[in-house]
Every structure is written in C-alpha cells, then in structure tokens.
C-alpha cells in the first residue's frame, strides 16, 4: 500500500511543480529607490485575487508567478516606508493588465511615469484605452480633482455637487459609448469583453449586449470575466421593478449580521457606494435630509460598502454624518451582495418597498426625493 501511495505521489509531483512554474515576470526599475521603498501588487486571474511585495534595491524589482489568462493589476509604489495602505490610497498606483509575458517596467521617478515594454497585451490595453478616453480610475481621479477645487462651504453646497456629479456622469456616458462602439469594431480583442463587462452596468440592456456578446470569441466568453457577463445578462431580470429585491445578510460596521429580509414592513433603499467613489459623496447630504425626513414614517436605508479597508469605510460614515444601517465584507468589488445585485459602477441604488418588490432603481437626487413624497406623503 505504502508503494501505491509513492507511486501516486511520484505521478503527481511533476504536475504540481508544473502547475507552479511561473509564466510571467514584471521587473521594474525607478529610478535608484531604495530602503523603505517598497512595491505592491494585486491581481486578478480568472476570478481569482493575488498579492505580493518586495522592497526595491536601487530602483530594482521583480514578481513572478503563473497566471491562466490576461491578469487584471494594480500596483503600487511605497516611497517612504508608510505600508501598503498609504501607498494604495494616497500614493504612486497605477492600474493595468498583462498576460504570459516578460514585461519589463522602467521610469525615472514613479510608476505613474513608467514606460511598459516587452507587453503585447498592455499594447492592447494602452490602445483600448484612448479609443474610449481614459481608465476609470482617471476619470474618478479628475471628479476628485474637481470636487477638491471648491471651498470647503461650496463642498457643502448641493448645487455646487450636483454641478460636479453632472460633468463626471456627462464624463462616464461618453466613455461607457465609446465602449459599445469598440466592441462592436473589435469583436475578437479581449477587451471587448473588458468594455462589455464594464459597459453594460448594473441594468443589462439586454437587446444592447447579447449580440456583441455573442460575437466575441468563444475563449474570450469562457473566461471568468465571460462567465460573469453571461450570468449578469441571463439575470437582468432578477432586479427589474416588480420582481422582489434579492435577499442578503452582511455584517455591519461592528460585526453583527444584518438582513434585507429583517426590514420588511419599512421602505428601503439598498444603496451601493464607497469611501472612494466622490459622487457617492456627493449625494450624501441628500440621503442623510431624505433620511431624516422619513425615517420615523417607516424609511431605511441599508448602505454596502464596496471599500476594502475598514478604517476608510467608517471614517467616510462618521465624517458625511450617515445616520443608517452600513454592511460590508471589505471585499471590495467582489463584495457579494454587489455581485447578487450586478452592481459593476458606483453609486447604484434600489428602492424596495414594504412588501419587498423593487420599485426603483438608480434613483438619486431629485428623482429620488420625488419618488419617496409620492410614498410618504
């Protein structure tokens, strides 16, 4: 017996040193940074996330590893030995995608600076990217930018937010255009899927996205990504008004579980932000006068969080006065209760009524307080 075991053993151990070869190499050179300077990165392959470090010598480093498909990254570069929090949120971050390649990172001061060679498929990704007009995160950055130009009376101010919420939807219409049209002229490029997963949004418009879906290559559908959009769309109408809002239960800002289904009887506003996303920020101050003008005529609002980092979450809840129920698995936007819901951009919202039916949905500012008088009063 001991014989089959080694002899089993011995068949599977050149697959499993297989399965660990690396496939792909990222070496970096900044510059001539060193102690405390630090490089972190967080990948995504198929559905699956990745993490590592290492501390840069004299500018210099490296992360190996094996991936199944084009990987989805977010690097960051700690210059002063402030950890990966800092770096992440306040530091030198840049977003990309690579593939099985040997790609090689160089830049004189930042990543924000550096110069990718050695990647077909960042190629790719940097030509995707002018063709619909910048990366997500450029455009919060510049609503960011934007909202920040204001005084700290006009950041108080709702016209002065509604002004800025205006321009950054005005800004993410063109784009998420821009993207539909790049699917429909590059049905065989892999970020086709990446504009139609981004594209079709929360609300999949079904007639909209199914074709150019369809049209892409079979191997490109079958990855995570694909799966994902193909369960998104066959779901479309699990959130439509008139159908009943999903249930969910998710921990809250203490630990605690709280359900959908516990609120039954109050209108509720399943509200998706996060600490990050400006015009979520922005509408805030609307919720929280909504809030206090409903909450004893039997209104709630029960806000998920798409943070990953808890002290930002509750910090954000504290600062903008948010008066409600918050839940979050820190997952960021792999949160579950996102996914249940097909939540792909944030703010999202649904309005569920006492009986539990959705009767609304993306309502914001005026719409919103419209559709709760209409309710309430």
């Known amino acids: 017996m001991k014989t089959i075991k080694l002899s089993l053993l011995a068949l599977l151990f050149p697959v499993l040193l297989w399965a660990q070869t690396p496939n792909f190499s990222l070496t970096g050179k900044i510059g001539t940074l060193g102690a405390p300077a630090k490089a972190y990165i967080d990948y995504m392959d198929n559905g699956v996330s990745h993490e590592d470090s290492v501390a840069l010598v004299n500018g210099n480093f490296k992360f190996s590893g094996h991936i199944t498909g084009n990987a989805y990254a977010r690097m960051a570069l700690d210059h002063t030995g402030g950890g990966k929090g800092k770096a992440v949120y306040t530091g030198d971050v840049i977003y990309f995608y690579f593939g099985k390649e040997q790609v090689t990172i160089t830049s004189k001061d930042s990543l924000d600076n550096a110069v990718f060679t050695g990647s077909k498929v960042y190629q790719e990704y940097d030509v995707y990217n002018k063709a619909i007009g910048g990366t997500i ?32 939807r005005k800004n993410i219409q063109n784009r ?17 899927l990446v504009a139609l997963s981004e594209a079709a949004g929360t ?38 008004i008139g159908n009943a809002a999903p249930l969910f239960t998710q ?127």
């Open 137 to 168: 995160m450029a455009l919060t950055k510049a609503v960011n930018i934007d909202f920040n130009r204001g005084t700290p009376e006009q950041q108080k101010d709702t016209a002065y937010m509604k002004a800025v919420d205006m321009r950054y």
């Open 176 to 192: 998420t255009d821009k993207q539909f049209l790049f699917a429909k002229e590059h049905p065989t490029s892999f970020f086709s």
């Open 203 to 240: 609300k999949v418009d079904v007639a909209k996205v199914q074709p150019l879906f369809n049209a892409l290559n079979k191997e490109y559908r079958e990855t995570d990504m694909g799966k994902e959009l193909a369960q998104r769309i066959a779901a479309s109408g699990i959130t439509a």
């Open 251 to 377: 921990n809250n800002v203490v630990g605690k579980p709280v359900s959908l289904a516990s609120l039954k009887g109050k209108v509720v506003l399943v509200e998706f932000w996060a600490s990050w996303c400006s015009p979520c920020r922005a509408e805030n101050p609307n919720l929280v006068k909504q809030y206090q003008t409903y909450k004893d005529k039997g209104f709630e609002i029960i806000s998920v969080s798409l943070d990953n980092v808890k002290e930002r979450w509750l910090e954000a809840i504290e600062k903008d006065g948010l008066d409600w129920i918050h839940v979050s698995d820190l997952k960021g936007w792999n949160n579950e209760v996102g996914r249940l819901y097909g939540v792909r951009a944030v703010p999202a919202s649904f309005l569920v009524d006492a009986q539990g039916k959705i009767i609304g949905n993306g309502l914001r500012g005026e719409p919103l307080n419209k559709k709760l008088a209409e309710i309430f009063n």
